[in-house]
């Protein structure tokens, strides 16, 4: 007989850990805006994002949380009849509102026929207690997992990249959260201008001392409208942008570092085309 020996956890086999039926995310934008954008934390936001990457064409924000999960579903239900859903709050911070706002949308999204349970992305320094008491009553009746955009571990690049908060947020972060028996996941971009491959790989070992359940891994990608674009085109010696098989080298030495049992949900991302400068991968 076969035996399946991964050489890493992967995000499916998390999920048949916590559901017996086929589960599949559906990226909703449920309207929140992002304090790194609107003067609270910041102006401008991180340097290389444009939320246009973010959504998928039936995730818009003036329509309602169940009219996207409704739109999603109708799209995954053609191939899979019975599968059931994860509503992942994945446009700017899903954690940054109104207490009532936010439980509002949770519950909408939850009371979404065939939803299973939540994925929140946010940022770490949009976690306050009080919403955390909230999560942990709402974790023992449903899956969640909250995921929190790291980027790097590195406070230097973190200024550089204009994100708004430090590293020891983010460890605050993961630490209040997985406490509370939160299932706690990270998101974190290789190949940030100013980190060496050395460097980069060091942060796993870094990331690996914090109680993360998941991680995403991605190549910064060069988005048009950027202010990280523009940088690029005026200095473009101060970025390192990885070939392919360069980057796949460095996620295997990346991988290597970190803890083994952390689940791996992706390695890469892929921006729409029209909107990439580089990498392309051609
Ligand atoms: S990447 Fe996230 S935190 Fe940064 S500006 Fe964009 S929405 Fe805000």
Redesign the pocket.
Known sequence: MMVHNPLYNDFAAFLKQHFTCKVQKISINAGFT?P??DGSKGQG??TY?N?QTFNPEYCHTDKSVRTQLEEGKRFFSYKYPDMKYLAYFQA??NTYGELQELKNKYLEALQTEDVVGLVIGT?PDCMPDELLNYLEELNKQHFLLVEY?IESTNDQTLIRINRGHTFAETVDAIERTASRGILTGGHVILGLPGESPEEIVSQAGTLSRLPLTTLKLHQLQLIRGTRMAYEYYKNPEEFHLFGVDEYIDLVIDYVEHLRPDIVLERFISQSPKKLLIAPTGD
């Open positions: 992002c790194n954008r936001g991180c994002c939320n700017y911070t940022r955009g």
